[in-house]
């Protein structure tokens, strides 16, 4: 595997879970990290990476559906560092929204959704591409959800939960379009499709947020896949959702066929 040494990442929603274990799968190949969240714990998380040993991370308060403090982020990437190499789209947020929920809720969940899963990817994504393009390529990586791929198991893609599935969906359109757009530029885009990962996220659909025992015992962790990350940055692979399932090793697939690429 080769190191990450020189190289620049953007990791945003890097406060805690996954996000805050993909800071540290990539500082402890090199790289050097801008890590940001809207949460204030964002600062007190890259003190406790930085502490570890003499890493290049700089934490920054910012909220990705913000169009200035994505402005922000990159301008910090580029003086502090020098550029862009690597972005992963991480931030998410997630909340129940019933098909049988009033207009005027189902209106508000749409932006409370939709402005950080998608429109902050969107924003902060464009934004990068140049910058990508001038170090003469790199990696967009999207956080997606295995509700995207073939089911393997019940309860995917909940009732309850429309809104955040469709969100995670419509990120297949990123994914693909930009992988044949920017290719040609050496700028590959993959999807990370993960299942239940132990993260804060999950943790919240529970009371007192403790995981029931039979998940508990099975449930991924973020480190599992922040290694996956690192593997398929090494890959060099482009237009692809990556799965990884409960019960299944957590690894980078071999190639698929041209039309499973997005689908699964």
């Not at 406060?15 to 714990?41: N, T």
């Not at 209106?107 to 969107?122: C, P, Q, R, S």
């Not at 025992?213 to 922040?226: E, K, R, T, Y």
Request: charged share 20%; proline share 5%.
């Amino acid at each position: 595997m080769q190191d990450l040494k020189g190289k620049v990442a953007i990791v945003s929603g890097a406060c805690q879970g996954l996000g805050k274990a993909i800071v540290h799968a990539l500082v402890a190949q090199g790289a050097s990290v801008v890590a940001f969240d809207k949460q204030q714990g964002i600062m007190d998380a890259v003190a406790e990476i930085t502490s570890e040993s003499e890493k290049n991370v700089l934490g920054l308060v910012a909220d990705v559906s913000l169009i200035d403090d994505c402005k922000r982020v990159l301008r910090c990437a580029l003086t502090e560092f020098g550029g862009v190499d690597i972005l992963v789209n991480n931030a998410a947020t997630y909340r129940q929204t019933p098909v049988t929920s009033s207009w005027d809720q189902a209106v508000a969940d749409w932006d409370y959704i939709m402005d950080t899963n998608l429109k902050g990817v969107l924003m902060l994504s464009r934004l990068c591409i140049p910058e990508l393009k001038a170090r003469g390529g790199g990696d967009i990586v999207n956080m997606s959800t295995y509700y995207v791929l073939p089911a393997r198991s019940p309860g995917t893609n909940s009732a309850t939960t429309d809104l955040y599935n469709a969100s995670k969906w419509a990120l297949n359109g990123f994914t693909d379009a930009w992988s044949r757009a920017l290719s040609r530029d050496h700028i590959r885009v993959n999807g990370m499709c993960m299942g239940a990962t132990d993260t804060p996220m999950l943790r919240s659909l529970f009371r007192n947020n403790e995981l029931p025992s039979a998940l508990s015992d099975n449930v991924m962790q973020p480190q599992g896949i922040a290694q996956q990350l690192i593997d398929l940055l090494n890959d060099g692979r482009t237009g692809e959702n990556i799965g990884a399932w409960i019960g299944s090793p957590i690894e980078i697939p071999p190639n698929p066929l041209p039309h499973q690429l997005i689908s699964g």
